[in-house]
């Protein structure tokens, strides 16, 4: 199994970034992919998430408005986290993970997912 997250880099406040997750290998079924962070000596907090059933959506409150989290609908194998009007403080490595299941109203909790990707490093700064 791998998911494999791509698309971090430097970018200037109020910029914009698209993450990639690409998901392979997995048993069929119902999943969810969610999106978390970790900034420098912080914990890791959920960003965002979204079924693969029925592409039900969830996200922080800090990233709310700014950030949209989609599928590619032809693949249904590669996830997007699309970051818009990005501040210093969404700067961190950022994280896909996959979970059995749908997302739940306790998606943002760490220790519900049973899988995680590689991060990618996403900096914001003038």
């Known amino acids: 199994v791998q998911l494999q997250a791509s698309g971090g880099g430097l970018v200037q406040p109020g910029g914009s970034l698209r993450l990639s997750c690409a998901r392979s290998?997995?048993?069929?079924?119902?999943?969810?992919i969610g999106w978390f962070r970790q900034a420098p000596g912080k914990k890791r907090e959920g960003v965002s998430c979204?079924?693969?059933?029925?592409?039900?959506?969830?996200y922080a409150d800090s990233v709310k408005g700014r950030f949209s989290i989609s599928r590619d609908n032809n693949t249904f194998s590669t996830f997007f986290l699309q970051m818009n009007s990005l501040k210093p403080e969404d700067t961190a490595v950022y994280y896909c993970?996959?979970?059995?299941?749908?997302?739940?109203?306790?998606?943002?909790?760490?220790?519900?997912?049973?899988?995680w990707g590689q991060g990618t490093q996403v900096t914001v700064s003038s």
């Open positions: 993970a996959n979970d059995v299941g749908d997302c739940g109203s306790a998606w943002y909790v760490e220790r519900k997912w049973n899988y």
């Open positions: 979204i079924n693969s059933s029925d592409g039900r959506t969830y």
């Open positions: 290998g997995f048993a069929r079924g119902r999943y969810s």
